[in-house]
């Protein structure tokens, strides 16, 4: 298969949907990520994906190509970065996310952890020589795909981790990212009272940019402080929080 070199970066997989990065890329990689998967002894991954519009589809292609390849998907639905890495340690070893951090609401991309280990450098440059000369092996029994809800036990762990000695009144900009169905809740659960910004999850940014390095898309949190005098969250709006 043909693939965009330059998608395969030092840390993850990440390009423009659909100009270099698509379903059949998003299928490509499942299968090749299972076979090396299945080569080391996995057989269950999770897959997560972020609140971009063209999630839903990457999702279903990557997990048609783990599926293939014989693994079993166990599927987060919208779920943060860090949810998903929860549940690759608690209901597996391995996952995928499907996300493309802060970057423009055009781009989507593939966070990987592969038997505990993320995968970065050498192991997502061997990853795309598999895709590109199809190397990959296809299951006598195809894996199955079921649900699972992983909201609550990843609040509950949190919250029995951490707990704040006094109360602390935030003010959380989510920039309708993948964040806003879950933080608020978690921070409630470790005692802060939540002023919400944006947390309805719309993959169209329609009120700034996901970037939270960027001054301009902070101006509503600054805002919002200065008059409530609360502290600040700023969430990255789509993997990391």
Not at 59 to 64: D, G, I, P, S
Not at 111 to 135: M, N, P, S, W, Y
Not at 146 to 171: F, Q
């Amino acid at each position: 298969m043909r693939v965009e070199p330059g998608i395969f970066k030092a840390y993850d997989v990440r390009g423009v949907v659909p100009a270099t990065l698509d379903e059949p890329l998003a299928e490509a990689l499942g299968r090749a990520y299972g076979t090396l998967a299945r080569d080391m002894g996995e057989r269950t991954v999770v897959v997560g994906r972020d609140g971009r519009l063209s999630g839903p589809a990457l999702a279903l292609a990557l997990m048609r190509g783990l599926t293939d390849a014989g693994l079993d998907v166990i599927d987060l639905g919208e779920v943060t970065t860090p949810m998903l890495y929860f549940g690759a340690s608690t209901l597996a070893r391995s996952g995928i996310q499907v996300t493309a951090s802060h970057n423009p609401r055009d781009h989507n991309g593939f966070k990987l952890v592969l038997a505990e280990r993320t995968l970065h450098g050498e192991a997502i440059r061997q990853l795309r020589l598999r895709i590109e000369r199809d190397d990959w092996k296809r299951a006598e029994r195809p894996g199955q795909v079921r649900p699972a809800a992983i909201a609550t036990p990843y609040r509950e762990r949190i919250a029995g981790d951490l707990r704040l000695s006094r109360p602390m009144k935030v003010v959380l900009d989510c920039g309708n990212g993948v964040a806003g169905a879950t933080s608020p809740g978690v921070l409630r659960a470790i005692g802060c009272e939540v002023e919400e910004l944006f947390t309805q999850v719309d993959g169209n940014f329609p009120n700034h940019h996901p970037d939270p390095a960027r001054p301009e898309n902070l101006q509503d949190l600054i805002a919002a402080v200065q008059r409530s005098g609360a502290a600040s969250a700023r969430m990255r709006s789509l993997s990391s929080t």
